[in-house]
């Protein structure tokens, strides 16, 4: 995802505050539960599930915070009540933008996001304004640093890849979703740590931004991330990797 791979491979570098932690944390455990409860508490049996734990393993959840967040999905403990909401939206420049929420409270959730969308340069859509510009894929970010472009070409084109691009520091890799696991698998096998592999919807056109209209669009980004309630925030921006460094920094 131009721009996007990039984003997470700047935030991967940045220092993870305690607050940030248990914000990710936070988002984690959600996905793992309503993971649950969608396709059940058996990681072998249900992918999102597996694909939620891995992540949470990732970032070093304790095992017991895992078996609870499975347990409530699937009744065996009492907890909150979750639902998944997707909002669709435009930022600066006509970027498009989906919001992947999961939250107890939608009412409080939209007022909410659109507080947010309008005080960054954004606003909410209708539903099918912007999907239609999303395909749902596997994006896996690798620093250069971890491989050169052949080795990586040749290991994920083997597990099921199909595209590999260059994103600046990092290389992208895409999957479809039934070939995702595999292509996570095997850059592991082979010592190669991504800094960020997600199943998500990835773009099929870009908007480039600069200036003005890119620092607005990454602090509409980093607003709604830090959201309790949202899980991914998806969007076609297409900004210089500079110019985000110079904005997170």
């Known amino acids: 995802m131009s721009g996007h791979s990039k984003w997470a491979t700047i935030k991967h570098k940045k220092a993870a505050t305690d607050a940030k932690r248990g914000r990710v944390f936070t988002k984690l455990i959600r996905e793992i539960t309503i993971a649950a409860r969608v396709g059940g508490g058996d990681a072998i049996a249900n992918p999102r599930l597996r694909t939620a734990v891995a992540a949470a393993k990732n970032e070093n959840m304790p095992n017991e915070n895992i078996e609870r967040a499975i347990q409530r999905g699937t009744g065996q403990l009492e907890g909150e009540q979750y639902e998944e909401v997707m909002f669709e939206g435009y930022g600066p420049g006509g970027v498009g933008m989906l919001v992947h929420v ?93 800094s960020s592999a997600t199943l998500g919807m990835v773009p099929q056109n870009y908007v480039k931004l600069t200036g003005a209209q890119a620092q607005q669009m990454i602090r509409l980004v980093e607003a709604l991330e830090e959201h309790d309630d949202v899980q991914q925030v998806f969007a076609n921006f297409d900004i210089d990797e500079k110019e985000i460094q110079a904005e997170v920094a």
């Open 102 to 194: 999961v939250t107890s409270n939608r009412n409080r959730v939209v007022s909410e996001i659109r507080h947010v969308m309008g005080k960054n340069g954004g606003n909410l859509a209708e539903a099918g304004a912007v999907g239609w510009m999303f395909h749902r894929k596997g994006d896996i970010a690798v620093p250069k640093e971890q491989a050169n472009e052949d080795k990586l070409l040749s290991i994920v084109l083997d597990a099921g890849a199909e595209d590999l691009r260059d994103d600046g520091s990092a290389w992208e890799v895409i999957t479809p979703p039934e070939a995702f696991e595999a292509v996570r698998d095997a850059l592991t096998k082979a010592g190669i740590k991504p």
